[in-house]
């Protein structure tokens, strides 16, 4: 018996949480320079005359994801086999360095570039990171200890969404914000090295190997439960990845205010929504689950009930507090769909396997939020009406709940199995 398993429940619990309180700032700086980037758009455009164009700008928030995506599966894989500890702490080092690099390009090329090396250090990150969680989390605490981790997510977006008033102020400006937030994630990297417990060698040595035979291959991947979840985990993505990047633009536009007030208009409220929303979802599907199998599909289906009209109404609004509201009710909805991806996932593959399939979904869900995102710098650039444009998103939303509802748990793999 290794000495993590002599622990007593108490012990191991107090672990299980300290590790979602160490990848809070992890996951809050994970999406901070994403949002950033979006709130920055007007300076960044003005400084970088190269960009030229929307669909340029769109192309190149697409580059990101699109690197992001493919390497999703390969930080899953490398999570699994070569360690969850190591994988995030190089994630973060690297992708901090180069952020802080994002604050000196000067052409549309070279931010073309670190958009792109930023995917490839960043892809490693959330697989791992909601692996490591649900690792340490049985099946009574496993959707509020990933809920809370959303959260430092919603945080960080939120955050980001004053990047417009710091890009704005002579005293900070784009480049120094980066510069900045490049600096943190560097220096986190060293007390996470050496406080995060390193869960691999618990994870090899107490899996019964009659257990684990037949189920480690990537073969007990393809079935029809993993498919039907992929396909939900994309569809309100491309929505997702819109509102995220284009949302205060689109503001900014639509109602005639300043870049600053547009940056915070699209993030803060919504992402106050969602925290609501992965706090709420994470409790309720936990509760639930003591009832039915079923309990975290449930609760992200509710979820997705509340995004179809929220589209429908960011796509109508015909003022900003409309715009805000809608906005609202996206975020709670989507923290409920958010918080319980990976609980669910949980259900339908083995734990070993577990960054894998996250990975998997991510290469998926990310490419078509990329196309998403340089699509509709094209379609914008082209003036379609966003109406028209939020009901399509909207009609994917309602599809979606219709294949999470068709998701079947797997009986042999307990809701409460660990490593």
């Known amino acids: 018996m290794n000495k993590t398993q002599s622990l007593s429940p108490s012990s191991l619990m107090g672990t299980a949480w300290l590790v979602v309180v160490l990848l809070l700032p992890v996951a809050l700086l994970n999406y901070l320079d994403r949002q950033m980037m979006a709130t920055m758009k007007s300076s960044i455009m003005n400084d970088i005359p190269s960009i030229a164009s929307n669909e340029n700008w769109g192309f190149m928030l697409g580059q990101f994801k699109w690197v992001y995506a493919f390497l999703s599966p390969v930080g899953g894989v490398v999570a699994d086999w070569f360690g969850k500890r190591v994988t995030i702490c190089t994630s973060l080092f690297a992708w901090s360095a180069i952020t802080w690099w994002t604050g000196q390009v000067e052409s549309y090329t070279s931010l073309l570039w670190a958009r792109s090396l930023m995917g490839i250090s960043e892809a490693f990150y959330i697989p791992a990171a909601l692996a490591l969680i649900a690792n340490f989390h049985s099946g009574s605490t496993r959707s509020r200890a990933v809920g809370l981790h959303q959260t430092a997510i919603y945080v960080g977006q939120i955050v980001g969404g004053f990047g417009g008033y710091a890009a704005d102020n002579p005293a900070l400006g784009w480049r120094m914000t980066f510069e900045i937030c490049g600096l943190a994630g560097i220096f986190y990297t060293v007390p996470l090295a050496v406080l995060l417990p390193n869960q691999f060698a618990l994870a090899r040595a107490s899996v019964d190997p009659e257990t684990k035979r037949g189920h480690d291959s990537w073969i007990s991947l393809i079935n029809v439960s993993f498919v039907l979840l992929v396909l939900y985990f994309t569809f309100p993505a491309l929505a997702g990845w819109v509102i995220r990047d284009w949302m205060p633009a689109i503001l900014q536009k639509q109602f005639n205010i300043t870049q600053g007030m547009a940056g ?33 599909i449930w609760i992200s289906a509710l979820g997705m009930v509340l995004i179809i009209p929220a589209l429908f109404g960011v796509g109508n609004a015909p003022t900003l507090v409309y715009a805000v509201l809608f906005l609202v009710l996206f975020g709670l909805g989507w923290g409920m769909f958010d918080t319980n991806n990976m609980p669910i996932l949980c259900q339908i593959v083995r734990p070993e396997l577990r960054a894998t399939g996250y990975g998997i979904m991510n290469f998926v869900s990310i490419s078509c939020g990329a196309f998403a995102d340089w699509t509709f710098g094209i379609l914008t650039d082209r003036h379609w009406p966003l109406n028209q444009i939020f009901a399509v998103y909207a009609s994917f939303a309602a599809l979606s709940v219709l294949l999470v509802l068709l998701i079947r748990p797997n009986p042999l793999i307990k809701d409460s199995e660990t490593p």
């Open 264 to 296: 915070v208009s699209a993030t803060l409220y919504w992402q106050v929504g969602a925290i609501v929303g992965a706090l709420l979802g994470g409790y309720a599907a936990d509760r639930l689950m003591k009832k039915t199998i079923r309990g975290r």
